[in-house]
């Protein structure tokens, strides 16, 4: 069973500038949640989707914003970038149940974000 | 205030042996579970163990077991028989009203170093 795909895995931005990141659950997920990595401010939640709606939203500026496609596949933009965006981009699915024992997010290997 | 505290910035062992890294948490939901990832420079998050709040037993997955302390709101990571591979950096990580199957979303400590000794 393959794993969460994230894309691309580096990226180089200049300031002001947008970009888009992309990341592909473990099939049959349908809950898919961005985090941001740094070392300052380690990792904290950006949003999360759950069939196609964002159901919870992390202390983030609306720069940032996402969506969840029809097949869980989801895109994470920003735009008007900043030098503080620069960051490793997680992005983790599940699959919510009712019973939660064990439901643990799954985590992709990231996207490197550079803004020079 | 932290919602995860991980107190160890780095932490060495000698290979072959037991390591605790130490977790604790505050909440005031009664429905939560906790979960320790391990991060190798590559930046990959691997999933170790999750722990329930109304998990009777202590969870255990292979060299990993979790000493869960529910009065005093902790839960250490323990691995057993070291190896090389085990150097990481080691989180700790919380999901509140985890029985609401609502929303879902991690906190994380800040984490823990290990690196492993031949």
């Known amino acids: 069973k393959a794993g969460v795909t994230q894309t691309p895995r580096y990226l180089i931005k200049t300031r002001g500038q947008q970009v888009t990141l992309s990341c592909s659950p473990i099939s049959g997920h349908r809950s898919v949640s961005w985090y941001q990595q740094t070392p300052g401010q380690g990792l904290q939640f950006l949003f999360e989707y759950f069939s196609e709606t964002q159901r919870n939203k992390g202390n983030f500026p609306g720069r940032f914003s996402g969506r969840q496609f029809s097949n869980s596949r989801s895109e994470m933009n920003v735009s008007t970038l900043e030098l503080g965006d620069s960051a490793l981009y997680l992005c983790?699915?599940?699959?919510?149940?009712?019973?939660?024992?064990?439901?643990?997010?799954?985590f992709g290997a990231g996207t490197r974000l550079s803004v020079l | 205030a932290q919602k995860i505290t991980q107190t160890q910035p780095g932490m060495f062992v000698q290979e072959k042996e037991a390591v605790t890294l130490d977790c604790t948490y505050d909440?005031?939901?009664?429905?939560?579970?906790l979960f320790w990832y391990k991060q190798p420079s590559s930046g990959e998050m691997i999933f170790l163990i999750y722990?329930?709040?109304?998990?009777?037993q202590n969870a255990t997955e292979g060299r990993y077991s979790l000493n869960f302390q529910k009065a005093r709101k902790s839960a250490n990571l323990v691995i057993s028989a070291s190896q090389l591979g085990d150097s990481a950096m080691y989180f700790c990580?919380?999901?509140?009203?985890?029985?609401?199957?609502?929303?879902?979303?991690?906190?994380f400590g800040s984490g823990t170093q290990l690196t492993v000794l031949p």
């Open positions: 722990q329930g709040s109304y998990d009777q």
């Open positions: 990580a919380m999901r509140e009203g985890i029985s609401s199957g609502s929303a879902r979303q991690l906190t």
């Open positions: 909440t005031s939901d009664p429905s939560y579970g």
């Open positions: 983790a699915s599940s699959f919510p149940v009712s019973d939660d024992r064990g439901d643990s997010e799954y």
